[in-house]
């Protein structure tokens, strides 16, 4: 079974630029979750996407934004980058109920320059 | 207040020797636990899965819970020098939504 997948797996970007990342699950998950990973913050939670819909979302500005599709892909989107955006982005699928455990991609690597 | 929290570390155990790595939670209403290793530069991999008070084993790794003190642990036997990582801990709190704590780093030495 393949696993999650996530591209781009680096980006370099400049500050005021957008920018989208994609990620697709594993088959049979409807469930997407975004996660930001700092050294100085850890995994902090974006947003969570279950059949199209988003099902909550974490403390960040609205620059940040995601959407999910019928065939569970997901995409998030940053707009207007800023330098402390620089992070490790992970997506991670599961089957979306509450016990379920997530399972990460690769992640993508952003750098704002 | 966190609402996952673990101590950073690093924490150093000689090869052949049992880690002892803890969770503290402060959602009285999380349901599910888990435990996750990261290897520098790599993605999050999980290792347990725990949802109800008392121990569960899976090959050298034992993940202990205990709702009353909200605390969770994750022992593991035998470290052997690969085990040398970041071990996360994460709690799923309710609505759609799993946070982790910073993590424990682990250094196993040969």
């Known amino acids: 079974k393949a696993g999650v997948t996530q591209t781009p797996r680096y980006l370099i970007k400049t500050r005021g630029q957008q920018v989208t990342l994609s990620c697709s699950p594993i088959?049979?998950?409807?469930?997407v979750s975004w996660y930001q990973q700092t050294p100085g913050q850890g995994l902090q939670f974006l947003f969570e996407?279950?059949?199209?819909?988003?099902?909550n979302k974490g403390n960040f500005p609205g620059r940040f934004s995601g959407r999910q599709f019928s065939n569970s892909r997901s995409e998030m989107n940053v707009s207007t980058l800023e330098l402390g955006d620089s992070a490790l982005y992970l997506c991670?699928?599961?089957?979306?109920?509450?016990?379920?455990?997530?399972?990460f991609g690769n992640g993508t690597r952003l750098t704002v320059t | 207040q966190k609402e996952v929290e673990q101590n950073s570390g690093p924490l150093s155990v000689p090869e052949g020797a049992i880690a002892s790595l803890n969770c503290t939670y402060s959602d009285r209403g999380s349901q599910s636990f888990f435990w996750y290793r990261q290897y520098s530069g790599k993605s999050p991999e999980l290792i347990m899965s725990i949802y109800s008070n008392g121990d569960k084993e899976d090959g050298r790794f034992t993940a202990q819970l205990n709702k009353a003190s909200q605390y969770v642990s994750l022992l593991i036997r035998d470290s052997q020098p690969s085990d040398s990582a970041t071990y996360l801990c994460a709690a799923y709190t309710g609505g759609f939504k799993t946070i982790f704590g910073a993590g424990t780093r682990l250094f196993v030495k040969a």
């Open positions: 991670a699928s599961s089957l979306g109920r509450g016990n379920s455990p997530l399972h």
């Open positions: 996407y279950f059949s199209e819909t988003q099902r």
């Open positions: 088959s049979g998950h409807r469930s």
